[in-house]
Structure formats: C-alpha cells, structure tokens
C-alpha cells in the first residue's frame, strides 16, 4: 500500500503548540460494538474523527493501519459556544492528541466521500469502516453508499444510530440491499 505525497495526508513534521483535548462522544457501546472488528483488522478507515478520542483507541486495541478521513472544519450541529471554539484548531489538536500513534495514523484532510474515492485509487483495502461523520440522513447514505460500491462487502460499523437520520439512512440502506443491522442504541453493525 502506497499512498502519494500529498500535502492533504499526514502528520506535520512537527507536533503542533496546541493543548491536548479529548472531548468527544465515543464510548463504551462503540467499544463493545467495535472490539471484535477492531482487533483482527489490519487496515481500518475512520470516517469522521474530531480530536481523536476514537482513532486513539483503536490503536490502543490494534495494530491496524487507521486512515482517519476528517476535513476538521467541524458540522452544523456543532453550534455550541464550547465546540465552536474548538473549531478554530481541530485537526492540530487532533495531531497533538494522536501523536503517540502517529506512525500507524494516517490523517486525511477531506470530506468524507472524497477520502474514499482518495483511498480507492491509492488501492486501500480496508478490513474495516467506522463510520462517524455528518449525522444528516443524506450524508449518512452517501457515505454507506459510497463504501459499499467502493469496497464491497467490508466490516462496516458506526455511530450515533439514536440519532433519528442516522438510523433511517443505515435502515434504507440495509432494506434497499437485504442487509441486517445490529444495533445497541448507540452504535450499529451491517451485517451481510
């Protein structure tokens, strides 16, 4: 696997003079819903990554290859006044946080359709998707679409199913291909 110089993938060369932070919504019914997949994979993509908290447990429970597609410009939901002061600095605190593992993380600066179309024609084979970007239904079966028709039938997993669009696009998504879902009202799995 070989993936072109770009100035869009990767670490910078040096570690970035911003404060870790590891805010984020991952927990344990991802954990649960990830652990398996997590720990005989290889290579796993993460769509969506804020500041890490997920990526860097992955790699705590793996030895996988993670491509962490992310365009760390931060989503309309994120409205707050504490999330939108974390905006201004996403992806450096992402660096900082994730910096232990950065031989095994390959960060890429694009939304998320664009980053599997850029893992595609660099011939990634993922063993594993976690999907946790846009929670707009629209975005959640763009994304689900693309990595169907781009890798075929891989692991993929994702978070945030309580959310109502997220849980309707993964539902169309498994009727329209006679797929299954589990789901532990946090995370799901399709299931082939």
């Known amino acids: 696997m070989i993936i072109s110089k770009n100035k869009l993938v990767g670490f910078p060369k040096i570690k970035p003079n911003v404060a870790e932070d590891y805010h984020g919504w991952f927990g344990p019914k991802n954990e649960e819903m990830l652990l398996q997949d997590v720990r005989k994979s290889k290579v796993i993509v993460e769509l969506g990554s804020w500041l890490g908290k997920s990526t860097i447990w992955i790699c705590k429970n793996s030895n996988a290859i993670v491509f962490a597609v992310d365009h760390w410009e931060g989503s309309k939901e994120h409205t707050s006044e504490e999330l939108l002061l974390k905006i201004s600095s996403l992806q450096e605190t992402f660096f900082v946080n994730c910096w232990n593992f950065r031989s095994r993380i390959i960060p890429i600066k694009m939304k998320t359709i664009e980053g599997i179309d850029f893992l595609k024609r660099e011939n990634v084979i993922p ?47 498994c009727n329209k291909y006679k797929f299954k879902v589990i789901n532990n009202g946090r995370a799901y799995k399709i299931v082939y």
């Open 127 to 173: 063993d594993l998707i976690y999907l946790d970007s846009s929670h707009e239904y629209i975005d959640v079966l763009a994304d689900l679409e693309k990595c169907y028709s781009s890798f075929g039938k891989v692991s993929m997993i994702g978070d945030d199913c309580n959310w109502k669009t997220v849980q309707d696009a993964v539902l169309y998504f």
